[in-house]
């Protein structure tokens, strides 16, 4: 099983930047894809981007596509997401995951799971 921690939530002003970061380990993290998952307040868990082990394969949401970049660490298993022109709706606590496959997870798939880091963005 991955191990997963993110950090790098806060607040932000709408229309503003965040980098979120997603740390892994585990003996098998090396070959596995990486991704984010968001959920607000009653409603239900939403993928917002995948990336593959080698990060030839990546994947947004129509919803975040043009303003978020998902992207690998070098040495590390590490996975960011850098937002930028934040909008209100993103205010959710946004969730790393790892998968085998890249398209599970954006398919909605993962087998482990972090934490949650919150982003509140506001107007």
């Known amino acids: 099983q991955v191990q997963l921690v993110e950090s790098g939530g806060g607040l932000v002003q709408a229309g503003g930047s965040l980098r979120l970061s997603c740390a892994a380990s585990?003996?098998?993290?090396?070959?596995?894809?990486m991704g984010w998952f968001r959920q607000a307040p009653g409603k239900e868990r939403e993928f917002v981007a995948a990336?593959?082990?080698?990060?030839?394969?990546?994947h947004y949401a129509d919803s975040v596509k043009g303003r978020f970049t998902i992207s690998r660490g070098g040495a590390k298993n590490t996975v960011y997401l850098h937002m930028n022109s934040l909008k209100p709706e993103d205010t959710a606590v946004y969730y790393c995951?790892?998968?085998?496959?890249?398209?599970?997870?954006?398919?909605?798939?993962?087998?482990?799971w972090g934490q949650g880091t919150q982003v509140t963005v506001s107007s």
């Open positions: 995951a790892a998968h085998p496959i890249v398209s599970a997870i954006a398919g909605g798939a993962a087998s482990s």
């Open positions: 585990g003996r098998t993290l090396s070959t596995y894809a």
């Open positions: 990336i593959s082990w080698s990060a030839g394969n990546i």
